[in-house]
């Protein structure tokens, strides 16, 4: 690269309409007829093979066959029951990989019964017109602090809610809703659903939701431990993953999470500073996000770069290919190795290319590559943010870096829990942090009985 | 090519499917775009006295939907023509005129009044018409005033009726049955004693197609109130394959032809009542529902599915599945089958093991060897075809039969000789 193109960054790529158009529904909802007939190719299967695959186990052919029946109350009932965030799901769970992958159909037809597109069906009316299908139980006098306003901590309000608890949720960011608010593609979610949905949620009263509070800053552990029955630990990944080159604090290289979370608050997406060359580094779910909308906001060429192959990538095969038609290039098996600098900009990366070793670990062939670019998105994973809560992490047992929790999502403390991203082994999706948020209350909840057996 | 024409009491068509007398058929407007389309012959909508009845001008259908609303049922309340006698003279008169290779019936709905068959049989037969079929099945409105299917119902009135049609008429003349009656025997044999030429069936049955939601009244109504109809379409087949087999096979009715009526969508349908008794069929809510089109799948798929049997007319299929319709008594109880299982074929539904579970003999597998498998339990299978019915693949699930060693379930040995109830130990009333 010897005449490096002036960085070319601006806002008002497209006009406002070509935005709106380009951020429009990716998959739209189904009208009625079209759920009708959709619902009618559910073989109601036996021990059904898609609600195994549901993190959650939402009742699947029970819903679908609600929905036939036009008894969509009932069928939304299903699926709030088993996920509070059915709605959320419903339009981003790659269930090309989970409920639609297992589907008998595939081997019939290769053509599942889009059970996401159902599950949205039954539950935006229900949702958008805040019909509340749950009850408290009688207020049990419990109190229980949740450390976030994501997903998993929603979710385990919401259930200990319902139970008779009381619950206050400590939430770092402005508004409630994690990464639905702040971290999913915009086209993924339209119309503030992710609001809608945390209202309807919250509904259910008895969840008090304080923002701008952040454990380490605002709170303790030990704080919370002395002042409420349980705690549930539900903060996230606040900490992005560095590129580890000597020089990737330059302009022009973003951090992916926050340029999405900035899209995703904006009232006007024609104001975004736009890259003319994009590159983004990175293979999993964000690295598309942040792909695909850099290309509907106007950027003329993007593409993603990842160090090892298809396989291994963690954004799903129906992502990628989303991707790809979107018209965002895809290429593999490239290490970034050194930024490219003109001035103080950054102007392109230097790659090296890579394969796996025989023992399988991935390594430098030697030869490089550089590819120019304007912006640099670094989209290489995210890790939790410790710094701030050193007491925090000297209370718990971690493992890798993470929180270690049981198959109750109970951490080493006898009164605390966590799910969502913060635990180890999790599996960054919305509906995963569902799960753990729903099995974490209803442990909480036995563990509440128990102090009242005793006597405490 | 398998030769398609017909000939059923003598009247030529080219092929074997006349429209059903019914609306499709109330005028020459429609009738000539039927027979444009290549339909063999019309009923023509039910005749009756003048002045002519009148309709309600509400709604006078109801569908018994699928969910991407597929016609699965039909009804209706509509009676017979409402337009005056001589302007449906005029038409069918034309409609001879223009179409002398097509089959033309005058349908008829007459009092129970000599004088009145006198009268009408007659003036109707001037027409040129190449039959009467004698409308003794409508179950709604006309069957209020003595006519219809309360002809229908008493076999005396059919019996009365069709000797007074004979009398006046030189045409031959075709009794419509009634399916609303317990036992469709005694009514077709008051049609052979007076001497009709064939008997048509079935007509329609009794229904009510459901509730409104919303008001919980019947659905639908005129001005709030509704009345009951008379069911048709593809749900009615099998009452209409019935029907017609027990005619065809009990020995004092075989001889009395038939024209099949009942559900007839498409040509398999058509294969249905040929191959059990009927010599040709009439079509009435596949039109309605799809237009006169469908002539063209009727006519192909019935001509493929004869070049494919070797067969080269019609009339070397009719009947053919008649001799296979018995008693249950006279089935052999000493034949055994299993379900058998094609796991290449197998999608994993589940759906064969939770009603066998359910609803029958426990006799599939869910699991085998700790993973998804559905297997037949020979120990356990009774051989009831019910997994068969709910597999979603085509021939995934097929019955086999034992022929030698022993049932697994019953531990008995096989025997390839046929035993049924009549002689069964545990039949009181065996034949000793």
């Known amino acids: ?456 | 090519m398998a030769n398609l024409s017909s000939e059923f009491l003598g009247i030529e068509s080219p092929n074997p499917f006349w429209l059903a007398s019914a609306p499709p058929t109330d005028k020459a407007y429609n009738v000539n775009r039927a027979f444009e389309a290549g339909w063999g012959g019309v009923v023509w909508k039910t005749l009756g006295e003048d002045p002519p009845i009148v309709n309600v001008s509400g709604p006078r259908y109801a569908v018994n939907y699928s969910n991407d609303r597929r016609v699965i049922g039909f009804n209706n309340i509509e009676l017979i023509t409402d337009r005056p006698l001589s302007v449906n003279l005029d038409d069918m008169r034309q409609i001879k005129r223009d179409w002398p290779d097509r089959a033309l019936v005058a349908s008829v709905m007459l009092p129970m009044e000599e004088e009145s068959w006198a009268r009408y049989v007659p003036m109707i037969e001037e027409t040129g018409a190449d039959a009467f079929e004698l409308n003794f099945g409508c179950p709604h409105g006309m069957s209020e005033r003595g006519m219809g299917a309360a002809v229908g119902q008493v076999p005396e009135y059919i019996q009365r009726a069709t000797e007074w049609c004979k009398k006046y008429a030189s045409i031959p003349v075709i009794v419509k049955l009634t399916p609303n009656v317990t036992d469709i025997l005694p009514p077709a044999r008051a049609a052979k004693a007076a001497n009709a030429d064939a008997v048509s069936l079935i007509n329609t049955v009794n229904s009510i197609m459901r509730v409104d939601y919303d008001t919980l009244s019947m659905y639908p109504t005129t001005d709030g109130m509704g009345s009951h109809g008379g069911y048709c379409g593809p749900a009615v087949k099998p009452i209409a394959l019935h029907m017609i087999a027990e005619i065809a096979r009990t020995a004092d009715t075989a001889d009395i032809p038939i024209s099949g009526i009942g559900g007839i969508s498409d040509w398999r349908d058509a294969v249905d009542h040929l191959a059990l008794g009927a010599q040709n069929v009439q079509v009435c809510t596949a039109a309605m529902v799809y237009g006169f089109k469908i002539i063209d799948d009727l006519t192909d798929g019935l001509s493929n599915f004869l070049d494919e049997k070797g067969m080269t007319s019609v009339s070397q299929l009719v009947g053919k599945a008649v001799d296979s319709v018995t008693d249950w008594k006279y089935l052999n109880l000493n034949h055994i089958e299993k379900a058998s299982i094609n796991q290449d074929l197998c999608i994993s539904c589940g759906r064969c093991h939770v009603v066998c579970e359910d609803a029958s003999h426990q006799a599939i597998t869910s699991m085998v060897k700790g993973s998804r498998r559905f297997e037949v339990i020979d120990e356990e299978c009774v051989g009831c075809n019910l997994c068969v019915s709910v597999c979603p693949v085509d021939g995934c699930i097929t019955m086999k039969q034992l022929t030698s060693g022993t049932d697994p379930r019953t531990g008995q040995p096989i025997f390839n000789e046929k035993a049924d109830w009549t002689t069964h130990p545990n039949n009181p009333m065996r034949v000793k």
């Open chain 1, 1 to 456: 690269m010897t005449n490096h193109l002036p960085a070319d960054i601006k806002s008002g790529r497209l006009s406002s309409p070509e935005i709106e158009a380009n951020f429009s529904d990716m998959h739209p909802p189904l009208e009625r007829p079209e759920a009708l007939i959709e619902a009618d190719r559910c073989y109601f299967c036996f021990d059904a093979p898609c609600t195994t695959a549901c993190p959650t186990g939402i009742d699947i052919p029970g819903f679908i066959q609600k929905i036939r029946s036009d008894n969509v109350k009932g069928s939304a009932h299903t699926i709030l029951s088993e996920n509070i965030m059915g709605g959320m799901c419903a339009r981003v769970c790659p269930t090309e990989e989970l409920c639609e992958e297992a589907c008998v159909r595939n081997t019939l037809e290769e053509q599942p019964v889009r059970i996401g597109l159902l599950q949205r069906y039954a539950t935006d009316s229900i949702i958008h017109n805040k019909l509340q299908l749950f009850q408290r139980l009688e207020d049990t006098g419990k109190r229980v602090a949740v450390v976030g306003g994501g997903p998993a901590s929603l979710s385990c309000a919401h259930r200990l809610a319902t139970l008779g608890h009381r619950v206050t949720v400590l939430n770092g960011a402005q508004k409630p809703g994690g990464l639905n608010e702040y971290g999913l593609a915009a086209y993924k979610t339209l119309n503030d659903f992710a609001q809608t949905e945390v209202d309807y949620i919250l509904d259910i009263g008895g969840i008090d939701v304080r923002n701008g509070k952040s454990l380490g800053i605002d709170f303790s552990l030990a704080d919370l431990r002395e002042e409420y029955d349980a705690v549930f630990l539900g903060f996230g990944l606040a900490g992005v993953n560095e590129l580890r080159m000597d020089n990737d604090r330059v302009e022009g290289v973003f951090d992916a999470v926050e340029y999405i979370a900035r899209l995703r608050q904006t009232g006007n997406m024609s104001e975004l500073p736009v890259g003319r060359k994009v590159l983004v580094i990175g293979g999993g779910m964000t690295a598309i996000d942040v792909a695909v909308q850099s290309k509907h906001l106007g950027a003329e060429e993007v593409t993603i770069v990842y160090r090892r192959g298809e396989q291994q990538m963690g954004a799903s095969r129906y992502e990628q290919d989303y991707a790809r038609t979107s018209g965002v290039c895809i290429r593999r098996w490239l290490a970034p190795k050194r930024l490219l600098l003109t001035g103080d900009r950054v102007s392109g990366v230097q790659f090296e290319y890579t394969r796996l070793a025989d023992g399988g670990e991935l390594e430098g062939t030697g030869d490089t590559c550089e590819l120019e670019a304007d912006v640099v998105f670094k989209a290489i994973g995210q890790q939790v943010l410790w710094n701030a809560m050193e007491d925090t992490a000297k209370m718990l047992e971690l493992e890798q870096g993470r929180i270690a929790v049981d198959d109750n999502r109970k951490t080493s403390l006898p009164d605390v829990w966590a799910g969502g991203d913060c635990i180890h082994d999790s599996e960054d999706l919305t509906v995963s942090a569902v799960q753990d948020g729903k099995l974490a209350a209803m442990d909480i909840d036995r563990f509440l009985g128990m102090k009242n057996g005793s006597g405490e």
